[in-house]
Structures are given as C-alpha cells and as structure tokens.
C-alpha cells in the first residue's frame, strides 16, 4: 500500500483513528505489562527492608 504524502499515511484511507488508537492501546498495554512487576518489585523489597529493620530494632 502506497500513500501520496505523510497525512494520507496517517489518515489510513480514513481508518487513521481506530489504526492510531489500536496501536496507542497496544502500547499502553505492552507499557503496563513491563511496568507493574517492576514497580510490584520496587514497592515488595522496599516493604522487606521495612520489615527487617523493624525486626532488628526489637
């Protein structure tokens, strides 16, 4: 598929907003997926050394 200049492309043969949008929620989702377990992580060992430090100090 060829297009004639950069905003033909981006209007998709007027299906440019649910193309965009599609791969925008994908992004986003792909996003998430890498992003919660590593903040899930951060926020688990930040929890432990909490916990350890209050331990040590009884």
Do not use: T
């Not at 004639?4 to 193309?19: K, P, Q, T």
């Not at 899930?40 to 350890?52: D, N, S």
């Amino acid at each position: 598929m060829s297009f004639a200049s950069f905003s033909d492309f981006l209007a998709m043969g007027h299906h440019g907003l649910y193309v965009w949008s599609a791969y925008g929620i994908c992004l986003a989702v792909l996003v998430l997926n890498v992003a919660a377990p590593v903040l899930a992580r951060k926020r688990y060992l930040q929890q432990e050394a909490r916990r350890l430090r209050r331990e040590n100090n009884q």
